[in-house]
């Protein structure tokens, strides 16, 4: 005997523009809009739970049916993004950069046992895209010795609905993931060092 699990169905579209011009001598400016939008497809039964109640098998009061040509669930947003950049005329270049990102698709992970497993599951009824707002700014030295330029670059990240799981999660063949995935906010920062050559016979 063997089990299978739902396939899974959605769409993602998005438009962009964006636009770069001089503000001044020297500063540079490249502004950017994205609209994107997530739509996933049916052929699938949701189960309601209480809201009072973490989401377990015990926790059910209802479900909902969707046929092969409904909407489960729709996401949408707008991701806007800007970045500036200064050269000054002995080479060097400053860097200041926004960002957000909407990501409709998530890798889950268990490493708890020996041989860790990954599956990729798409945004659903409970599941909800990943956003990430990031501000950056950098570094850029074109004449670092010569033929070598030397770059560096900070960075900060806001992260909203990543993924944690519960104590015991159950990853592999579970036909209702909700119930042991938690929603929760985070961020990360960190710097980036680069060294480049870029003339020469080897670079």
Do not use: C
């Amino acid at each position: 005997a063997f089990d299978k699990l739902g396939r899974e169905n959605a769409f993602e579209g998005a438009l962009f523009f964006s636009d770069e011009f001089d503000i001044v001598q020297g500063l540079t400016a490249n502004i950017g809009l994205r609209y994107s939008q997530f739509a996933l497809l049916g052929g699938k039964t949701v189960l309601l739970y209480n809201k009072d109640k973490s989401k377990s098998d015990n926790t059910v009061i209802d479900s909902l049916t969707f046929s092969k040509s409904e909407i489960v669930k729709n996401y949408s947003g707008i991701e806007p993004r800007l970045a500036l950049n200064f050269e000054t005329d002995g080479g060097f270049n400053y860097k200041l950069s926004y960002q957000r990102t909407r990501q409709y698709i998530s890798q889950i992970s268990n490493n708890a046992v020996v041989s860790p497993a990954e599956i990729w599951k798409t945004s659903d009824y409970y599941l909800k895209p990943l956003i990430n707002d990031q501000v950056a700014l950098g570094f850029q030295m074109n004449n670092f010795l010569r033929q070598y330029s030397l770059s560096t670059e900070i960075y900060y990240k806001q992260l909203q609905n990543l993924i944690e799981y519960k104590n015991g999660a159950r990853i592999i063949m579970n036909k209702h993931l909700e119930t042991d995935l938690v929603p929760s906010d985070g961020y990360s920062y960190g710097i980036e060092l680069s060294l480049k050559k870029s003339d020469g016979r080897l670079t």
